[in-house]
């Protein structure tokens, strides 16, 4: 069965550091993967998405993640955090095959930016 | 467009009670999807409308849940008896139909308390 693995519920970092959320993920087929971000008492939001194209996607807001097959893992990363994306972060995977989206997610990841 | 409007926003009710949760999809959307989270865990997919049939209900935790799409619009999620287990966000989130990496939207969920 296919499952994503957020490392880290909480992430704490400071206004202009490097943001990295971790997600690995297990799948029997090349995935698609997601990221959604969650701002409080809003829906869930895509950040960015990998459909076996180019390994290294961006995304809104200055996000990028890139897709390492051999690591299984999709990392979230932005140069300078601001306070802004202080959120939750979702990594969520799809296979390939099957025809529509019945996504699985990770646990969430929450952001914290402090000055 | 308009997103994926979902209400209540928050529930309260009792054990043994019933309670009924309404999404209304993106217009066009022929894919509408439930998912729900349980207390910070992971977001899990619950069931799969193509227009107003039923795709794939896999993911519903037992007969006390009931979802519905008549006229493939808007969907209803009703949850009768509550048991306190039942807690937690559910999100509704559309998106166009065929296969591939589709995009879906989310609502901003509704929270169910039940005490």
């Known amino acids: 069965a296919q499952s994503v693995t957020q490392l880290g519920s909480h992430v704490s970092v400071s206004e202009g550091a490097l943001v990295l959320l971790r997600c690995n993920y297990s799948s029997s087929v090349p995935p698609y993967l997601f990221w959604y971000v969650q701002y409080p008492n809003q829906g869930l939001q895509l950040l960015l998405k990998?459909?076996?194209?180019?390994?290294l996607v961006k995304g809104i807001n200055g996000f990028e993640a890139e897709f390492k097959k051999s690591e299984t893992s999709f990392h979230l990363t932005k140069p300078s955090a601001h306070m802004s994306d202080a959120a939750e972060y979702f990594c969520?995977?799809?296979?390939?095959?099957?025809?529509?989206?019945?996504?699985?997610f990770g646990a969430g990841t929450r952001l914290a930016v402090h000055p | 467009e308009a997103g994926v409007t979902q209400f209540p926003s928050h529930s309260v009710i009792e054990k043994g009670q019933t309670v009924t949760l309404r999404c209304d999809p993106i217009s066009g959307h022929d894919n509408l999807y439930w998912y729900r989270r349980v207390m910070g865990k992971e977001i899990k997919f619950l069931l799969h409308?193509?227009?107003?049939?039923?795709?794939?209900e896999s993911g519903m935790p037992n007969n006390r849940f009931l979802a519905e799409r008549t006229g493939g619009t808007y969907s209803t999620l009703k949850v009768q008896p509550a048991e306190l287990e039942d807690s937690g966000v559910y999100f509704c989130a559309s998106g166009r139909g065929g296969s591939g990496a589709n995009v879906l939207t989310f609502g901003a969920g509704s929270r169910l308390t039940v005490l």
């Open positions: 990998y459909t076996s194209a180019a390994t």
């Open positions: 409308f193509v227009k107003e049939s039923k795709q794939d």
């Open positions: 969520a995977v799809t296979p390939s095959s099957g025809g529509y989206n019945k996504l699985i």
